[in-house]
């Protein structure tokens, strides 16, 4: 009987696309988004392993819900988190829906619109966001844009790895409406390059990843915590300018991935933006508490 640690891909926080407890986060917080991204990795290593078949996958992944539900012991990532959970004091809700969208990776391998695809992404991505929140004890008013960055962060993988997703996993992302209607299907993912037709699939989808950032921009303002506030700004760039090479590049033949010589300026930039927000946010403050 296959094993979760036979699964695992061996990827770490530092390999993802964007900031996984970073430096910026206050230390006394990065043991527990460490626990959650653990458990996080090893159900989506489970999720997207190519060879295990779905029955195993699917009971992999209720271990590992039956051991974050507190039910059994099973899975020792899910109870490392579990554990976590319950000395801060936070819903294990998180890490639950977090497991419905793995289940959905293995159940499920195309979707029909826009609605569905953000429907997944309340599950594979806005409770990895509203987790980090809750660590540092914001407040839920955070999470509407919260949700909105998650999402976007989630849509802009998937057309970094459409391609990859369709040919490795037979997984189809994009919205089956929109390339319907450009009268194309799945097999396009499949050319040496995009077509124009899923070119301009790509681009409408890229547009309204744009939107999501959008309105995802004040989420740094929202937030009380100044060094968790730096990170969202950080993201929050990176996001915006993966979205413009999006525009630009054709992920089905070009890296439409960050270089580390591309890092350093954006980086940069997100850090006087942050300043220069955080700069205007206290000078509002002082106004509208100054009295004549």
């Not at 819903?91 to 289940?103: I, T």
């Amino acid at each position: 009987m296959t094993s979760a640690s036979e699964l695992q891909s061996g990827k770490g926080h530092r390999d993802e696309n964007f900031p996984v407890a970073s430096v910026l986060i206050a230390p006394k917080h990065r043991p527990a988004i460490l626990a959650f991204y653990r458990f996080a990795r090893a159900a989506d290593d489970i999720a997207d392993h190519p060879t295990a078949t779905p029955e195993e996958k699917l009971r992999l992944l209720e271990e590992f819900r039956s051991s974050l539900a507190g039910e059994s012991d099973a899975a020792e990532l899910a109870v490392a988190l579990r554990e976590v959970q319950e000395v801060q004091g936070i819903s294990a809700q998180h890490g639950l829906d977090l497991l419905e969208a793995f289940r959905r990776d293995v159940t499920v391998l195309r979707y029909p619109n826009w609605t569905a695809l953000m429907d997944y992404c309340r599950y594979s991505a806005m409770p990895v966001g509203r987790f980090v929140l809750d660590v540092h004890g914001e407040s839920q008013d955070t999470w509407p844009a919260n949700d909105a960055l998650c999402a976007a962060l989630q849509v802009i993988n998937h057309l970094q790895d459409c391609k990859k997703d369709h040919g490795a996993l037979d997984r189809v992302y994009l919205p089956m409406d929109a390339m319907w209607a450009e009268g194309i299907g799945p097999e396009a993912l499949m050319a040496k390059e995009a077509s124009p037709a899923l070119e301009r699939v790509i681009k409408s989808l890229t547009r309204r990843t744009r939107t999501l950032l959008e309105q995802s921009r004040p989420f740094a303002g929202q937030i009380s915590d100044a060094r968790l506030a730096l990170e969202v700004t950080v993201i929050q760039r990176l996001a915006e300018d993966l979205t413009e090479k999006l525009l630009r590049r054709d992920p089905l033949s070009e890296r439409v991935h960050h270089s580390k010589l591309e890092l350093l300026p954006l980086l940069m930039s997100a850090t006087l933006r942050f300043f220069a927000e955080r700069g205007r946010r206290k000078d509002g403050l002082h106004l509208a508490g100054h009295r004549p």
